[in-house]
């Protein structure tokens, strides 16, 4: 098992910015991905962004060039910081941790943090 504990949600402005953290713990396999995905109310969960390795990462296109995914392998965390957000960037934010082992993935979430961005 995998625990992802999430931190860093909140009320902002629009234009204002963001970060959030996702540490993980327990059975994690040495080829994994990490990313963010999003949902908001009355919508299905999107991808935000994930990062395949140190640096190779996806990005939603609605987040392209505002958003940026990274992680610290030694601490087995992700960050998303969000700059520029716009009213509609508000949803939960869910962590997500695919351990890629050689019979399937094996995907696990977060709990969420919400994300509001409102004047």
């Known amino acids: 098992q995998v625990q992802l504990v999430e931190s860093g949600g909140g009320l902002v402005q629009p234009g204002g910015s963001l970060r959030l953290s996702c540490a993980a713990s327990g059975s994690i396999f040495m080829f994994n991905t990490m990313g963010w995905y999003r949902q908001a109310p009355g919508k299905e969960r999107e991808l935000v962004a994930v990062i395949i390795s140190g640096s190779i990462a996806n990005y939603a296109d609605s987040v392209k060039g505002r958003f940026t995914i990274s992680r610290d392998n030694a601490k087995n965390t992700v960050y998303l910081q969000m700059n520029s957000l716009k009213p509609e960037d508000t949803a939960v934010y869910y962590c997500?941790?695919?351990?890629?082992?050689?019979?399937?993935?094996?995907?696990?979430w977060g709990q969420g943090t919400q994300v509001t961005v409102s004047s």
């Open positions: 997500n941790l695919d351990n890629k082992r050689p019979f399937g993935i094996e995907r696990y």
